[in-house]
């Protein structure tokens, strides 16, 4: 198994050439994290000599016993696992890294971006992610179509959280949708807030998130 200790060693060269990259536990993430979270990942396996490599992006909304990981690759080292004891290991994780998976990690700006990567385009296969798909509706402000979603079974633990928050919010949303008062955006913004500060803690991304606002908080 990787420790943490050679994969701070190993990494150490990729962290020194780029300043906007942050080390927490075995993640490499880009800062600074917002809504989602984009990050390199460095895995143990059963061999203390092996590792495994790849990139991901995960949204910051959602529970942290649930980490959403979307639009990701792993990369390989000439069709097999990583060695560590390999003398050119570090440069070619590094050109592996920057040519591979930055480039991609950093076209994905804004929340938008990522919405893109992590919901399917075609109808039928987002229908699957109803959850995932209502906490996006809800942190762009789209209401209307969150109380679409909330009339749905598959989003029932959702009813659940925002009315954690405040009472009967869950069904003001789904009878009112974008109608609903200033006070309710509000009380949704508090859920998705507390939602990503509980996910940077799971993460260890305390020092790396900024809370920011939603767009739900923006378009009024």
């Not at 942050?22 to 990050?39: D, Q, Y």
């Not at 959403?68 to 390989?76: P, R």
């Not at 009878?175 to 260890?204: N, P, Q, T, W, Y």
Request: glycine residues 6%.
């Amino acid at each position: 198994m990787t420790t943490l200790r050679e994969v701070k060693k190993l990494v150490a060269p990729l962290l020194a050439r780029h300043p906007d990259l942050a080390l927490a536990e075995r993640g490499i993430f880009l800062r600074p994290v917002h809504h989602f979270a984009r990050f390199i990942y460095v895995s143990a396996t059963s061999s203390a000599n092996q590792f495994m490599l790849g990139w991901a992006a995960t949204a910051m909304f959602y529970p942290p016993t649930f980490v959403n990981v979307t639009q990701g690759e792993t990369l390989g080292r000439k069709g097999r696992l990583w060695l560590l004891d390999e003398p050119d290991v570090e440069d070619e994780l590094v050109s592996n890294i920057e040519n591979r998976a930055l480039p991609k990690l950093r076209a994905m700006k804004t929340l938008r971006d990522y919405a893109g990567h992590a919901l399917p385009k075609d109808p039928v296969q987002r229908s699957y992610l109803g959850r995932l798909d209502l906490r996006f509706r809800l942190a762009f402000g789209e209401l209307d179509e969150a109380a679409r979603l909330l009339s749905e079974e598959i989003c029932a633990p959702d009813r659940t959280i925002l009315d954690r928050e405040s009472e009967g919010l869950s069904e003001r949303v789904k009878e009112v949708g974008a109608g609903i008062s200033a006070g309710d955006r509000e009380a949704i913004a508090r859920v998705l807030h507390r939602l990503e500060a509980r996910m940077a803690a799971s993460l260890k991304l305390e020092k790396i998130w900024e809370p920011t606002p939603f767009p739900l908080e923006l378009a009024r």
